[in-house]
């Protein structure tokens, strides 16, 4: 069995792990729940394992963290302390928070993605290939996601213009764009483009085209429940648990 410290317990995705652990509980076991100090949480748990203070969570065998990227820091230290293994689903983290994020790695097993979907990160792996083999065809990025979402574009969308740069031998920032509002000049044949929907209750769309003068390839990964996003981050923990200092992402689980 295992036993998990989760992150943000209060939020979307930590009601949705809550969910699949009290129906799997021969598999894992909730250990401590962390949540912010302005929420309560919903699900019916023991008040001993809620927190709002990672400090005060004993030993686990990995946490899982939804939270925010500003409580990174202290849930790094903790992990750190406790020579714990982390998944972090987390999105919308700055340089410096990414820094830290790798200089950990170097100590604990932690997992990064943006996107635990096992359809999105077979989609990263199909976007790796089409940008390789069709390299002379322009490529724009497509998401929708729903009303609430703060970061935009998404750190899915992020990751899959990454893709794109890296398999292209290009610098991704350089060739990015984000907006061509109020931009008076044709596209640049290298520039990965992006476009952006927020509305409603969109769980979560991605969707990247390769474009040429005669033809056009989509690919496109669509969630249609948030627990598959749950699931996946269930199956990276039990993966993470058995690996050594390093950072994973999903292709490491799904063996891509």
Do not use: W
């Amino acid at each position: 069995m295992l036993n998990i410290g989760l992150i943000g317990a209060d939020g979307k995705m930590g009601q949705e792990i809550i969910k699949i652990i009290s129906a799997n509980k021969t598999f894992y076991n909730l250990s401590y729940a962390i949540i912010s100090t302005q929420k309560s949480i919903n699900s019916k748990l023991d008040d001993s394992i809620v927190l709002n203070n990672i400090s005060a969570v004993g030993k686990v065998d990995v946490i899982v963290d939804f939270s925010n990227p500003n409580s990174i820091f202290n849930t790094l230290n903790y992990c750190l302390d406790s020579n714990t293994p982390i998944v972090i689903g987390t999105t919308g983290f700055n340089a410096e928070q990414k820094q830290l994020i790798n200089s950990t790695s170097k100590k604990i097993p932690v997992l990064l993605s943006p996107n635990m979907s096992l359809s999105v990160n077979v989609l990263f792996n199909l976007v790796n290939i089409a940008a390789t083999k069709l390299i002379n065809f322009e490529a724009e990025i497509f998401e929708a996601h729903h009303r609430n979402k703060k970061d935009s574009p998404s750190g899915t969308a992020i990751k899959l213009g990454e893709i794109i740069a890296k398999a292209r031998g290009v610098d991704f920032l350089s060739t990015a764009k984000f907006t061509r509002h109020s931009s008076n000049e044709i596209r640049n044949k290298n520039e990965i483009g992006f476009s952006v929907s927020r509305g409603g209750n969109i769980i979560g769309k991605h969707q990247v085209s390769f474009i040429s003068d005669n033809e056009i390839l989509k690919l496109t990964s669509e969630i249609s429940n948030r627990s598959s996003f749950a699931y996946g981050a269930l199956i990276a923990a039990k993966f993470l648990v058995n690996q050594k200092a390093g950072m994973y992402d999903m292709s490491d689980v799904l063996k891509l």
